[in-house]
């Protein structure tokens, strides 16, 4: 388990440029990216024991923040 924040720039840095640009040009990147921030700070909290969850929901949410993550990606690269 990390405790690190995943955020989209650190994530992907050689997309930097294109992460911002599609925030402003895509609204449905736009909508995922916000959805992906949002998960992962709840992550972050859930890792750090700021809001504690059981351990299933914070597996799930993992989960569906790698799947945004993958999805993302998917759009950055096209």
Known sequence: MSHTPHE???EFPEL???ITELKTS???FAKLADEYHELNRAVHRAE???EPVEEL???EMRKKRAALKDQLYSMLKA
């Open 48 to 50: 750090t024991n700021v």
């Open 8 to 10: 989209l720039h650190e």
């Open 57 to 59: 929901a914070e597996v």
């Open 26 to 28: 895509d609204a449905h």
């Open 16 to 18: 930097a440029d294109k």
